[in-house]
């Protein structure tokens, strides 16, 4: 795992020898191993390493035979040995058991095509010195992340938003229309970020630069393909998805470093942490638990029950160790805000962040089991849609109001209780049947931001952040209506969301964290699985269950999902009520330009008395004012 950065056509500036060292130390986190600069007269590049495979000769930037090809690479490609032998046999000549020189040498033979061969998790730049062509590109799912800009018929590029700010030239007018995004998702969607001209290659995705004529074009190399089913029996289909998924755990183990794996005690992680224990056999395999004090978010006994189940089947393979989040842990939210670059509040980067730095005290590779909800459909917003799609039967002008009104009578007891759960599942089912989808996701709706949004925002106030959704329907491929709310968070939620907080947060800490359940073959056998071996009933990923049944106990399989969930709403309240207070309104969110402070004022009121729980809202609040207070 690494971080890259570059910039092309820069015209000889003088300067740029210094930006492209500072882009780098920027990503010094993301590769504090060793670092790399290719630099010519029209084309910088920089790298940082941080070693996993071929720890001695790994440093980048690569070149093939005649320095011709140049490629700088952040992630891992999982099938390179294959590639390599391949090329080998070609007349290509190796100097390094690394993958990144297979991209090289791959690239010489099939140019921007090289990419439908690569299977793992990666963001890369390759430029060809001869043609004068740059070639970007960015993995099938997203894990990785490869921001840009163009500035002048130049192109800038970067892991990460910090090193991209190193750049004089980089674009720094917000977009309003993100900041409306980023209050209804809590995330900036891609391809956009929140500043204006400022992009995110999108997952699955390559761009190709033209120095000469300074122009780019951008087209997608895979797309996952939900109308083909598979007519195999559940049970065929359950052993097949054993076999990809255990074949994927064995790729990721691959490393010259130690590996071990992520527990929190859910169906996803026992499963690949049962398997990676019994594919490393005789070798122990460290698994790592973050837990809380607050009974409602702490999965701890259910990580210790799974640890204690695969150490019976394995003989006691595995080393399980557990560590505890402190309410204190505030300056770490300053830190990764840093790292992140734009606002994104998902607080649960907070814990991935802990147990990362706990994990990588020791190991340098995690595995996780992130990407098996949205192929699986594992959400309970899944049952959720199918059950409010039941109460349609009703005329419009009398379900609505009765909801409504139904709902207001539901105290609002926080996200994680009952009342809480059914105030929202009211709200729900009261909106228009096109609309349940975003109305369930959006954590800010329009009439608050009315309210709530200042004379720099006012433009987006009346923005509809569901056009998102409504912009990706004709790509989506599913016949089924609650499997594309799944192929929709594909797109989305996983990219935006999940592998966002998962890359930051690890990095931060210098480790790698590798997903196989988003291997490509696992990916696109559930695409092709009928709906009804993923969700049948309320049982949920009942696919993957049926096909590790041995491996997971029942206390595990049969649990409702709770998620990676912090106590947000009580530390707002308690340890760090001073701190958010001086947030909110003692610095730039609040002085007319960006929010209201009368509204804000309002908002937390309600929730410091308990009446409401606003804590989503506060919290996303909370990061924008970190964000502006650092740009």
């Given at each position: 795992m690494c971080g890259i950065a570059g910039i092309v056509n820069h015209r000889g500036d003088p300067a740029v020898g210094e930006i492209i060292a500072a882009m780098s130390a920027a990503l010094t986190h993301r590769g504090p191993d060793a670092s790399g600069f290719y630099l010519d007269e029209q084309v910088a590049l920089g790298h940082r390493r941080l070693s996993i495979i071929d720890l001695?000769?790994?440093?980048?930037?690569?070149?093939?035979?005649?320095?011709?090809?140049?490629?700088?690479?952040?992630?891992?490609?999982?099938?390179?040995?294959?590639?390599?032998?391949?090329?080998?046999?070609?007349?290509?000549?190796?100097?390094?058991?690394?993958?990144?020189?297979?991209?090289v040498?791959?690239?010489?033979?099939?140019?921007?095509?090289?990419?439908?061969?690569?299977?793992?998790?990666?963001?890369?730049?390759?430029?060809?010195?001869?043609?004068?062509?740059?070639?970007?590109?960015?993995?099938?799912?997203?894990?990785?992340?490869?921001?840009?800009?163009?500035?002048?018929?130049?192109?800038?590029?970067?892991?990460?938003?910090?090193?991209?700010?190193?750049?004089?030239?980089?674009?720094?007018?917000?977009?309003?229309n993100a900041v409306s995004d980023y209050l209804s998702f809590q995330y900036v969607p891609g391809?956009?970020?929140?500043?204006?001209?400022?992009?995110?290659?999108?997952?699955?995705?390559?761009?190709?630069?033209?120095?000469?004529?300074?122009?780019?074009?951008?087209?997608?190399?895979?797309?996952?393909?939900?109308?083909?089913?598979?007519?195999?029996?559940?049970?065929?289909?359950?052993?097949?998805?054993?076999?990809?998924?255990?074949?994927?755990?064995?790729?990721r183990l691959m490393a010259d470093v130690p590996v071990g794996t992520f527990l929190s005690g859910g169906v996803d992680s026992t499963i690949i942490t049962a398997v990676a224990a019994a594919k490393r056999l005789p070798q122990k395999t460290n698994a790592y638990t973050i837990g809380f004090n607050d009974a409602k978010y702490d999965e701890r006994s259910f990580a210790a029950r799974a640890a204690a189940a695969i150490n019976r089947q394995t003989g006691g393979a595995l080393i399980h160790r557990e560590r505890i989040v402190e309410p204190g842990d505030f300056p770490l939210l300053e830190k990764l805000c840093a790292h992140c670059g734009e606002p994104f509040a998902d607080a649960s980067i907070l814990p991935?962040?802990?147990?990362?730095?706990?994990?990588?005290?020791?190991?340098?590779?995690?595995?996780?089991?992130d990407g098996a909800d949205e192929i699986f459909c594992g959400y309970e917003r899944y049952l959720a849609l199918r059950w409010a799609s039941r109460f349609s039967l009703l005329p419009g002008f009398l379900?609505?109001?009765?909801?409504?009104?139904?709902?207001?009578?539901?105290?609002?007891?926080?996200?994680?209780?009952?009342c809480g759960r059914l105030r929202r599942f009211l709200k729900v089912m009261a909106a228009p049947p096109g609309q349940r989808y975003f109305t369930l996701l959006d954590r800010c709706g329009s009439q608050l931001k009315e309210s709530l949004f200042g004379e720099k925002l006012?433009?987006?106030?009346?923005?509809?952040?569901?056009?998102?959704?409504?912009?990706?329907?004709?790509?989506?491929?599913?016949?089924?209506?609650?499997?594309?709310?799944?192929?929709?968070?594909?797109?989305?939620?996983?990219p935006g969301d999940i592998l966002t907080k998962v890359d930051i947060a690890s990095m931060a800490f210098s480790l790698e964290v590798r997903s196989p359940f988003l291997d490509r073959e696992v990916i696109e056998f559930a695409a092709r699985l009928p709906l009804s071996y993923k969700l049948r009933g309320t049982k949920r990923k009942r696919i993957l269950c049926e096909a590790?049944?041995?491996?997971?106990?029942?206390?595990?399989?049969?649990?409702?999902?709770?998620?990676?969930?912090?106590?947000?709403?009580?530390?707002?309240?308690?340890?760090?009520?001073?701190?958010?207070?001086?947030?909110?309104?003692?610095?730039?969110?609040?002085?007319?330009?960006?929010?209201?402070?009368?509204?804000?004022?309002?908002?937390?009121?309600?929730?410091?008395?308990?009446?409401?729980?606003?804590?989503?809202?506060?919290?996303?609040?909370?990061?924008?004012?970190?964000?502006?207070?650092?740009?």
């Amino acid at each position: 795992m690494c971080g890259i950065a570059g910039i092309v056509n820069h015209r000889g500036d003088p300067a740029v020898g210094e930006i492209i060292a500072a882009m780098s130390a920027a990503l010094t986190h993301r590769g504090p191993d060793a670092s790399g600069f290719y630099l010519d007269e029209q084309v910088a590049l920089g790298h940082r390493r941080l070693s996993i495979i071929d720890l001695e000769n790994g440093t980048q930037p690569f070149k093939n035979e005649d320095g011709s090809v140049i490629a700088v690479f952040n992630g891992e490609i999982y099938n390179f040995r294959r590639l390599r032998d391949e090329l080998t046999a070609r007349g290509h000549t190796f100097r390094s058991a690394t993958d990144t020189e297979v991209i090289v040498h791959l690239y010489e033979e099939l140019g921007g095509e090289c990419v439908r061969l690569l299977e793992g998790m990666f963001a890369f730049a390759v430029y060809n010195a001869k043609t004068r062509r740059l070639l970007l590109a960015r993995d099938r799912t997203g894990q990785k992340p490869l921001l840009y800009f163009m500035t002048n018929g130049t192109l800038v590029f970067a892991s990460e938003f910090p090193a991209l700010k190193c750049h004089p030239e980089m674009p720094k007018e917000l977009d309003v229309n993100a900041v409306s995004d980023y209050l209804s998702f809590q995330y900036v969607p891609g391809p956009g970020t929140i500043y204006r001209n400022v992009h995110k290659l999108a997952p699955g995705h390559q761009l190709e630069f033209r120095l000469n004529e300074g122009t780019t074009s951008i087209r997608s190399y895979w797309r996952l393909d939900h109308s083909l089913k598979l007519t195999e029996s559940f049970d065929e289909a359950a052993r097949t998805l054993r076999g990809l998924v255990e074949k994927s755990v064995e790729r990721r183990l691959m490393a010259d470093v130690p590996v071990g794996t992520f527990l929190s005690g859910g169906v996803d992680s026992t499963i690949i942490t049962a398997v990676a224990a019994a594919k490393r056999l005789p070798q122990k395999t460290n698994a790592y638990t973050i837990g809380f004090n607050d009974a409602k978010y702490d999965e701890r006994s259910f990580a210790a029950r799974a640890a204690a189940a695969i150490n019976r089947q394995t003989g006691g393979a595995l080393i399980h160790r557990e560590r505890i989040v402190e309410p204190g842990d505030f300056p770490l939210l300053e830190k990764l805000c840093a790292h992140c670059g734009e606002p994104f509040a998902d607080a649960s980067i907070l814990p991935t962040a802990r147990l990362s730095e706990f994990a990588a005290s020791e190991i340098k590779v995690a595995l996780s089991g992130d990407g098996a909800d949205e192929i699986f459909c594992g959400y309970e917003r899944y049952l959720a849609l199918r059950w409010a799609s039941r109460f349609s039967l009703l005329p419009g002008f009398l379900q609505r109001p009765l909801l409504k009104a139904a709902g207001a009578l539901v105290p609002d007891g926080g996200e994680r209780t009952h009342c809480g759960r059914l105030r929202r599942f009211l709200k729900v089912m009261a909106a228009p049947p096109g609309q349940r989808y975003f109305t369930l996701l959006d954590r800010c709706g329009s009439q608050l931001k009315e309210s709530l949004f200042g004379e720099k925002l006012q433009s987006a106030a009346n923005r509809n952040s569901a056009e998102l959704f409504e912009t990706l329907q004709w790509e989506l491929t599913s016949g089924n209506r609650i499997e594309r709310l799944s192929e929709l968070d594909i797109h989305t939620y996983l990219p935006g969301d999940i592998l966002t907080k998962v890359d930051i947060a690890s990095m931060a800490f210098s480790l790698e964290v590798r997903s196989p359940f988003l291997d490509r073959e696992v990916i696109e056998f559930a695409a092709r699985l009928p709906l009804s071996y993923k969700l049948r009933g309320t049982k949920r990923k009942r696919i993957l269950c049926e096909a590790f049944k041995d491996l997971l106990p029942r206390e595990i399989s049969a649990r409702p999902k709770k998620g990676f969930g912090v106590p947000i709403a009580t530390y707002l309240r308690g340890e760090w009520r001073n701190v958010t207070e001086q947030a909110l309104f003692d610095g730039k969110l609040c002085n007319g330009e960006y929010f209201r402070r009368r509204t804000v004022e309002q908002i937390w009121k309600e929730h410091l008395s308990g009446r409401r729980d606003h804590s989503y809202l506060l919290w996303s609040l909370l990061i924008f004012s970190l964000f502006l207070e650092r740009n």
